[in-house]
């Protein structure tokens, strides 16, 4: 294998770590020295996968969506009915969030460039939502609906929910408040 193709596999080993240290147990108390500790190799071998602990954070959250997204998304296409395929976004969104402890949710919104990366993600799910509706909509599995109106309202939701107004509000952690949208929706949308 060239050397190169390691090293990426080698830093995607290092993002499946790190993801899997901060949903438990966060990073803000965790200096560069205490991840490669953790991880059991040197700081060297850990900057592979950036050259600061800000990066690195930045790097694991940003992977951390990037393989949710996938996970949820293939599960989105092994159903063809409309109703079905929110569904399996909606309770996808929530399972790939169960993992995230208190903590990870403090770490993340306390780091700003953390926060952006989960912000930007969660613009995107509520894109994603509004063209799975508009899909139910159109093939008439869905009640007729302003998608535009639907849209902005599922963003809010999701927006209210990323920033922890909603867990504030009702005690839901984010993964059970998506399992509350999915139902809303649905509920709100049926033929």
Request: proline residues 3%; hydrophobic residues 50%.
């Amino acid at each position: 294998m060239p050397s190169s193709t390691r090293l990426d596999v080698r830093r995607e080993e290092l993002l499946a770590e790190l993801t899997d240290l901060f949903l438990r147990e966060g990073f803000a108390g965790l200096s560069t020295a205490d991840l490669a500790e953790r991880l059991r190799c040197s700081k060297t071998t850990l900057y592979l996968v950036a050259s600061s602990k800000e990066q690195i954070v930045v790097a694991t959250v940003r992977s951390f969506f990037r393989r949710a997204a996938e996970r949820i998304e293939a599960r989105v296409a092994a159903s063809e009915d409309p109703v079905t395929r929110i569904r399996l976004y909606l309770d996808g969104v929530a399972a790939e969030l169960d993992p995230a402890t208190q903590a990870f949710h403090r770490d993340l919104a306390a780091s700003a460039p953390a926060a952006q990366v989960y912000r930007e993600n969660t613009l995107h799910a509520a894109r994603r939502v509004q063209e799975l509706v508009a899909a139910g909509v159109a093939a008439g599995a869905l009640r007729p609906a302003h998608t535009g109106f639907v849209g902005a309202a599922v963003t809010e939701v999701m927006t209210a929910i990323q920033r922890g107004d909603v867990a504030a509000a009702t005690g839901l952690t984010d993964a059970e408040a998506y399992r509350e949208l999915v139902d809303l929706v649905l509920s709100g949308l049926a033929v």
